[in-house]
């Protein structure tokens, strides 16, 4: 079996659901270790990570990932075990496969091709391993950002292994990400009997302006990198559960997905003044997840550009659509941040899967970048 594929099949057959490793980053290391990489395990709370170096000077470019998955879904629903790696028709399916450890494989296969061509490369590869992006993400990418920088190692250049691609491999990079804001907004009315409204104050009632202000609301415009910033309201729970009574209050979870036209203090501010308009009584509770990143270009976006039309004929689409991605934590150091998997139609879902071929040409596209940034710089 090709060395690449192999690779993401052993680490299919570790059952790594979120935040569980289940032994995915020994093996990785093991790897590692056997071209030159020094290795450092870090693990925070329940969660291991580690951090990876080759080289002692000069600009270094970061391979960054996962080896956490979703949990399976009904496993009876899957054509076969979902921590059996499986080949039909060419089609490599099972859990994480497509996200992330197809590209996982693919960065490591990438970097001993490279090392094995060039043993004495200028400048310094890193690897950056987290088991903790599809969880809470408190224990992984962000801490060991934060342990980086205690031991003064900035990173030039990072690539994230998402699955970028839309219907082929390589035909989009994400270049940034927009970020996210959420909201708990409490709404406090006054009980009482439905057929007594005049002794309640119905709380939905007067929400129901304020939000549909909300919604209306344009925030921004965009800009050449962004799409407007969006307002979506997920859940709104108000009510006993009986017919005859006005409920006292009204809870409605939201969530702005927003570009760097705007901030997330200005989307605070706005919003609250918007309510206070409405004259309501609440409570605001917000929770950031991450903040917009971009690199609209450099040296990193021109590698990856150039790697990707060498090895597929076809020029990318620069993009920065789609949910958050731990890029969000490594970006704001200053490190130029791409993301660049496999295509990620299947994300999530049951029968996950990838193009088998894919892999050992993503690998091969991986080490057009490293060849690009660290022998031509």
């Given at each position: 079996?090709?060395?690449?594929?192999?690779?993401?099949c052993?680490?299919?057959?570790h059952?790594?659901?979120?935040p569980?490793?289940?032994?995915c980053?020994?093996?990785?290391?093991?790897?590692?270790?056997?071209?030159g990489?020094?290795?450092?395990?870090?693990?925070f709370?329940?969660?291991?990570n580690?951090?990876?170096?080759?080289g002692?000077?000069?600009?270094i470019?970061?391979?960054?990932?996962?080896t956490?998955?979703?949990p399976?879904g009904?496993?009876e629903?899957w054509?076969s075990?979902?921590f059996?790696?499986?080949l039909v028709?060419?089609?490599?399916y099972?859990?994480?496969s497509?996200?992330?450890?197809?590209?996982?494989?693919?960065?490591?296969?990438?970097?001993?091709?490279?090392?094995?061509?060039?043993?004495?490369?200028?400048g310094?590869l890193?690897?950056?391993i987290?088991?903790?992006?599809?969880?809470?993400?408190?224990?992984g990418?962000v801490?060991?950002?934060?342990y980086l920088?205690q031991?003064?190692?900035p990173?030039?250049?990072?690539?994230v292994g998402?699955?970028?691609?839309s219907?082929?491999l390589?035909d989009?990079?994400?270049?940034g990400?927009?970020?996210?804001?959420?909201a708990?907004?409490t709404?406090?009315g006054?009980?009482?009997h439905i057929?007594?409204?005049?002794?309640?104050?119905?709380p939905i009632?007067?929400?129901m302006?304020a939000?549909q202000a909300l919604?209306?609301?344009?925030?921004d415009e965009?800009?050449?990198?962004?799409?407007?910033?969006s307002?979506?309201?997920s859940n709104?729970?108000g009510?006993t559960?009986?017919?005859?009574?006005?409920?006292?209050s009204?809870?409605?979870?939201?969530n702005?997905?927003?570009s760097?036209?705007?901030?997330d203090?200005?989307?605070?501010q706005?919003?609250e003044?918007?309510?206070?308009?409405h004259?309501?009584?609440y409570?605001?509770q917000?929770s950031?997840?991450?903040?917009p990143f971009l690199?609209?270009?450099?040296e990193?976006?021109?590698a990856a550009v150039s790697s990707?039309e060498?090895h597929?004929?076809?020029?990318?689409?620069?993009?920065?659509?789609?949910g958050?991605s731990?890029?969000?934590?490594?970006?704001p150091?200053?490190a130029q941040?791409?993301?660049?998997g496999?295509?990620?139609e299947s994300?999530?879902?049951?029968d996950?899967n990838?193009?088998a071929?894919d892999?050992?040409?993503?690998a091969?596209?991986y080490r057009?970048?490293?060849?690009?940034?660290?022998l031509q710089?």
């Amino acid at each position: 079996m090709e060395k690449t594929l192999a690779l993401a099949c052993e680490l299919i057959r570790h059952p790594s659901v979120t935040p569980d490793d289940a032994g995915c980053q020994q093996r990785m290391m093991d790897r590692l270790q056997a071209i030159g990489f020094r290795c450092t395990p870090l693990r925070f709370g329940a969660v291991d990570n580690f951090w990876a170096e080759r080289g002692t000077s000069g600009p270094i470019l970061v391979f960054a990932g996962h080896t956490d998955v979703v949990p399976t879904g009904p496993e009876e629903q899957w054509r076969s075990p979902p921590f059996e790696p499986t080949l039909v028709d060419g089609v490599l399916y099972g859990r994480g496969s497509a996200d992330m450890k197809g590209s996982l494989a693919a960065m490591v296969v990438a970097c001993e091709e490279f090392v094995a061509r060039h043993p004495d490369h200028p400048g310094r590869l890193g690897f950056l391993i987290t088991s903790d992006e599809e969880g809470v993400a408190v224990d992984g990418t962000v801490k060991v950002m934060a342990y980086l920088q205690q031991q003064h190692k900035p990173i030039d250049w990072c690539l994230v292994g998402e699955p970028s691609s839309s219907a082929r491999l390589g035909d989009v990079i994400k270049n940034g990400r927009r970020g996210s804001l959420g909201a708990v907004l409490t709404v406090r009315g006054v009980q009482g009997h439905i057929a007594y409204p005049q002794l309640a104050d119905n709380p939905i009632h007067r929400a129901m302006p304020a939000l549909q202000a909300l919604t209306a609301e344009p925030w921004d415009e965009g800009n050449a990198f962004f799409p407007p910033t969006s307002l979506q309201i997920s859940n709104i729970n108000g009510g006993t559960g009986a017919t005859n009574v006005i409920p006292g209050s009204l809870q409605v979870q939201f969530n702005f997905r927003f570009s760097t036209e705007v901030t997330d203090s200005i989307l605070r501010q706005r919003t609250e003044a918007i309510l206070d308009a409405h004259g309501l009584d609440y409570e605001l509770q917000w929770s950031l997840s991450g903040q917009p990143f971009l690199t609209a270009s450099g040296e990193l976006v021109a590698a990856a550009v150039s790697s990707i039309e060498a090895h597929t004929g076809q020029a990318p689409e620069l993009s920065t659509a789609g949910g958050t991605s731990d890029g969000r934590f490594i970006a704001p150091t200053g490190a130029q941040v791409v993301e660049l998997g496999p295509i990620n139609e299947s994300i999530h879902k049951v029968d996950e899967n990838v193009l088998a071929a894919d892999l050992p040409r993503l690998a091969v596209i991986y080490r057009g970048i490293i060849e690009r940034l660290l022998l031509q710089a």
